[in-house]
């Protein structure tokens, strides 16, 4: 490794692995040369630093490196490719892990764990969005938590008005949040000032969130028009998907191409079962714990509206459900309506009602 004649260090076709454990405060670093394990070692969180001491100590030579998704997005990520890294980004439940490894959880053995795979080659990458997407993705993301807040905010009206034994009257259809109930709730008093402020906060609180989400929802509106319109218009032509899933789903999936497979999808997506099989006995499970859990929820609701308006699905439902639940049912018609989506995606063909 040595050139005889200036005795600088030349690493020309060896490849160096790197696990990384990132932190806000500090990554724990480790690197492999060669099958052998060269330092161990804690740096700041900056990847010009590791690139400086990659490169000083060995010039020349192949890096890559890979980190598990999380806190600090991708921004690391596309920094270490930049600075000529050959950097991944790996799923933590994707990371082997053995018992033992498990109760004794320290960055240094993560950091090696990460490396050894890494050069192993058992490591997979997941996708990453280009920055345009991936902030798309967030702006969808954040209309999904606001409306999660406004669901909170009316529960805990409820709650409130429960506790002290006031029921609305019959004809506001308390099951459904109108404007003559929200006006019905603002005129209550109650018998003392201090319990009056207390439910004066709770319905502001809720207006100013009601307002944040209209306006998340306009300009998501706004941008899905803008950046993603023939995708946009194919998945409206699927019955039981409406404007929000239809967001969702070019939010969370992008390119779907990226998928090879219908199976690959709904892994994604999380419609897959879990099992457990021994010997001759296979015990399938209730659905598995990994999903996307924005998109999964989303195709859960668009498949109930769904089988209102597709003669097919609702055929569908009605032919399984004797002698089921209509929560496992449903589960079969998102399985049905994601295939259809996925097959509008790809064909750009509007969907045709009434095929199975």
């Not at 990453?128 to 702006?139: A, C, M, N, W, Y």
């Not at 892994?267 to 924005?294: A, C, I, M, W």
Request: net charge positive.
């Amino acid at each position: 490794m040595l050139n005889k004649f200036n005795k600088i260090p030349d690493f020309t076709g060896h490849d160096v692995f790197v696990g990384l454990d990132v932190h806000k405060g500090s990554w724990a670093v480790n690197i492999i040369v060669d099958d052998i394990e060269h330092r161990n070692f804690a740096q700041p969180p900056d990847p010009i630093i590791l690139s400086n001491y990659l490169t000083g100590n060995f010039p020349g030579a192949n890096y890559f490196s890979a980190y598990e998704s999380g806190f600090c997005g991708y921004h690391h990520h596309r920094k270490l490719l930049e600075l000529g890294i050959q950097n991944i980004v790996i799923n933590p439940a994707d990371l082997p892990t053995t018992d033992k490894e498990k109760n004794s959880k320290r960055d240094p053995l993560d950091s090696r764990r990460i490396s050894s795979y890494l050069q192993k080659g058992l490591l997979s990458a997941i996708h990453v969005f280009d920055p345009s997407h991936e902030q798309f993705r967030s702006l969808c993301r954040m209309r999904w938590t606001a409306a999660k807040e406004n669901r909170r905010i009316k529960n805990r009206i409820r709650a409130f008005l429960n506790y002290y034994g006031i029921n609305p009257p019959a004809y506001l259809k308390p099951r459904f949040w109108s404007n003559r109930l929200l006006h019905w709730i603002e005129e209550l008093k109650l018998s003392y000032d201090s319990g009056t402020l207390a439910l004066k906060y709770l319905i502001s609180d809720y207006l100013k969130n009601r307002e944040l989400l209209l306006e998340v929802t306009k300009n998501l509106r706004r941008q899905v028009k803008l950046l993603y319109p023939d995708v946009y218009t194919l998945l409206l032509s699927v019955p039981g998907v409406g404007p929000l899933t239809a967001m969702c789903l070019i939010a969370e999936i992008g390119d779907i191409s990226r998928f090879r497979s219908y199976k690959q999808l709904a892994s994604f997506v999380g419609l897959v079962p879990r099992s457990h099989q021994s010997g001759e006995k296979d015990y399938p499970g209730e659905l598995t714990y990994r999903s996307n859990k924005y998109l999964r929820s989303a195709l859960v609701e668009s498949a109930w509206t769904a089988v209102r308006h597709d003669p097919a699905l609702l055929l569908y439902f009605k032919e399984r459900l004797p002698g089921h639940k209509s929560q496992h049912i449903i589960i079969k018609v998102a399985h049905k309506l994601l295939n259809r989506i996925r097959n509008v995606w790809i064909s750009h063909i509007k969907y045709c009602k009434g095929l199975s």
